[in-house]
């Protein structure tokens, strides 16, 4: 079945970096947007990033312009989500997902945890 395999998070001080990826199978890549979304404790899920199946156009939510970049690879069927300038308000769970264009995804990676703390 569809796989989504999140890798990348961790613990990050403020004001440092980290970069996502997204490792796709079992589906055609190219052919399906790719999203990043992230929940924080007690939030709701967010929309973070979006990018469409060949890359041409993005979507970032207000919070997270000028400071994270959403790219793929469709060769290697793998998303990525660079996170530059690390407030501890970015600390959430961060999920790939696949299909839809800014709402209902139709897959969903496990998640990956993103801390940002001193």
């Known amino acids: 079945q569809v796989q989504l395999v999140e890798s990348g998070g961790g613990l990050v001080q403020p004001g440092g970096s980290l970069r996502l990826s997204c490792a796709a199978s079992k589906f055609t890549f190219s052919m399906y947007a790719m999203s990043w979304y992230r929940q924080a404790p007690g939030k709701e899920r967010e929309l973070v990033a979006a990018?469409?199946?060949?890359?041409?156009?993005?979507n970032y939510a207000d919070s997270v312009k000028g400071r994270f970049t959403i790219t793929r690879d469709n060769a290697k069927n793998t998303a990525y989500l660079q996170m530059n300038s690390l407030k501890p308000e970015d600390t959430a769970v961060y999920y790939c997902?696949?299909?839809?264009?800014?709402?209902?995804?139709?897959?969903w990676g496990q998640g990956t945890q993103v801390t940002v703390s001193s």
């Open positions: 990018i469409t199946g060949a890359g041409g156009s993005t």
């Open positions: 997902a696949a299909g839809g264009w800014l709402r209902n995804p139709f897959y």
